[in-house]
């Protein structure tokens, strides 16, 4: 067989760093400091387990059978409730955030157009981005938010959405401002361009109060909210959501079917029932309290051992912290020697919009290792600080 000549869609795309990374926390046992895991603490096994083996008990044909594309009916009903859904809007049930997001991308964009995206920013979204051959423009985060006046020079370009994580945000642990969402929204209004909201970190908020999501601010429906059950019971279950009007609804609707039909059922299920008579509230309170601790650990951790090696904002919530090494340090070389002494980390490179952005930063994550793992992979970032 002669040289295969892939799509141009494929041809540049590069396995996920992060995956990666995660094969030697398997393989090799090294600290997952890389990874953005539930912790194991966290999943609701027993509930679970009690919620699957009645369905398959009471209604096993509806859960084992092909299902509609929009989603389980009364999972999405529940989720109208929960964000007061209006008139002209709908809930559409994806395959995790992730789908979500890929099919906000496929609705609105065409092949070269351009999508701006926070700089640095989730590199899933990014190679979802970069297989729709869309042109990634990215905005510089400031300790509040995407910079405003690089946002609106930007949007003057033409650009057909804004992709943005207000709470929490993956890879920084940054919130958005009340003020510049917004600006934001404004900016959108001003010059047409929708708006793509990820929000998989909501519910886990450890200091402060609750900063309303952009698309409570939304009036005109340009507001695509994508969220997610992966980061409060299961990211195995791959069971996320989109809320947007009517009509944005009924296109992915459409991409949907022809991705993957439908959203196991099974999955949606569950989901539901856990939600409907298992005391969700507290389970979210639980999972608060149980990545507070850790993440204060992380946080104290770093004080003690590394107060001239890594900066960080301590994040109100989430799953990570970012850390931005001093000037000169070679950030590659600095992951790859945390790797060979037992702790796997994560680049900053990867989360870049452009790649040349001159951030040397590396994202630790507290909710996947335990206490001692955490303490210890501080420990050895220590010990490779002080051979330098």
Same mark, same amino acid.
């Given at each position: ?53 009645? !369905?398959?008990? #009471? +209604? %096993?044909?509806?859960? *084992?059978? &092909?299902?509609?594309? /929009? ?123 929708? !708006?793509?909201? #990820? +929000? %998989?970190?909501?519910? *886990?908020? &450890?200091?402060?109060? /609750? ?178």
């Amino acid at each position: 067989m002669g040289k295969i000549h892939f799509a141009s869609r494929v041809n540049d795309l590069k396995a996920s760093f992060i995956r990666e990374v995660l094969k030697s926390t398997v393989k090799g046992g090294a600290i997952p400091l890389a990874a953005g895991n539930p912790s194991p603490d966290a999943f609701p096994v027993q509930e679970v387990k009690e919620i699957t083996g009645k !369905i398959l008990t #009471d +209604n %096993p044909i509806v859960a *084992l059978q &092909y299902g509609i594309t /929009e989603g389980y009916e009364p999972l999405r009903e529940i989720l109208r409730k929960k964000h007061q859904v209006k008139d002209d809007e709908d809930i559409l049930i994806t395959s995790g955030a992730q789908q979500g997001i890929d099919l906000s991308a496929k609705t609105f964009c065409n092949e070269g157009d351009a999508i701006i995206c926070e700089t640095p920013s989730f590199l899933g979204s990014l190679s979802a981005f970069r297989s729709s051959l869309l042109e990634l423009s990215g905005v510089m985060l400031e300790t509040d938010g995407m910079n405003i006046d690089q946002l609106e020079e930007k949007a003057k370009t033409g650009a057909k959405a804004i992709y943005v994580i207000p709470n929490f945000q993956n890879p920084t642990g940054i919130t958005t401002s009340a003020e510049k969402r917004r600006k934001i929204y404004e900016i959108a209004c001003k010059y047409n361009i929708f !708006i793509i909201e #990820d +929000n %998989p970190y909501g519910d *886990l908020r &450890y200091v402060g109060d /609750e900063v309303p999501s952009i698309k409570s601010l939304d009036v005109d429906g340009r507001v695509v909210y994508c969220g997610s059950f992966s980061k409060t019971l299961s990211p195995g279950l791959r069971v996320g959501y989109v809320w947007a009007k009517k009509e944005i609804i009924q296109k992915m609707i459409i991409l949907k079917q022809v991705i993957d039909v439908h959203t196991p059922v099974l999955s949606q299920m569950i989901c539901n029932e856990f939600m409907r008579n298992y005391n969700f509230t507290q389970h979210i309170l639980k999972l608060r309290d149980l990545y507070k601790k850790k993440l204060m650990l992380m946080l104290d951790r770093i004080a003690e051992d590394l107060p001239d090696t890594l900066k960080v904002n301590a994040p109100s919530g989430g799953l990570f912290v970012w850390g931005e090494l001093p000037k000169g340090v070679d950030v590659i070389d600095f992951c790859k020697k945390s790797l060979e002494n037992g702790a796997a980390i994560v680049p900053s490179i990867p989360f870049l919009v452009h790649g040349d952005e001159n951030i040397s930063a590396i994202r630790l994550n507290f909710s996947t290792p335990s206490d001692e793992g955490i303490i210890k992979g501080i420990e050895i970032l220590k010990q490779i600080t002080d051979n330098r």
